[in-house]
């Protein structure tokens, strides 16, 4: 089992810049996949960024050259940078690892507004 805890979310104006961070209850050295992934009102989870064990990132689209994400296998953490927010990154960001299965946060709210 794995318990997951985001922190980090807030409230900030467009173009701002907020860092989530995501610990994990044991060692993430073995996890295969780390990843961000969010959800806004009335619209599906989708997937934000994720990282390897190996520290290869990927992103959507819509976050490419604003976001990234790291992995500190030391600290069993992994963290979102987000700079430039747009009033459309509003929503509520969940961490999810891959392991013997896969595991959710509970998620942190992140408002876009002026």
């Known amino acids: 089992q794995v318990q997951l805890v985001e922190s980090g979310g807030g409230l900030v104006q467009p173009g701002g810049s907020l860092r989530l961070s995501c610990a994990a209850s044991r060692s993430i050295f073995s996890f295969s996949t780390m990843s961000w992934y969010r959800q806004a009102p009335g619209k599906e989870r989708e997937l934000v960024a994720r990282?390897?064990?190996?520290?290869?990132?990927n992103y959507a689209d819509s976050v490419k050259g604003r976001f990234t994400i790291s992995r500190d296998n030391a600290k069993n953490m992994i963290d979102l940078q987000m700079n430039s927010l747009k009033p459309e990154d509003t929503a509520v960001y969940y961490c999810?690892?891959?392991?013997?299965?896969?595991?959710w946060g509970q998620g942190t709210q992140v408002t876009v507004s002026s």
């Open positions: 999810r690892a891959l392991f013997d299965a896969i595991y």
């Open positions: 990282i390897t064990r190996g520290g290869t990132a």
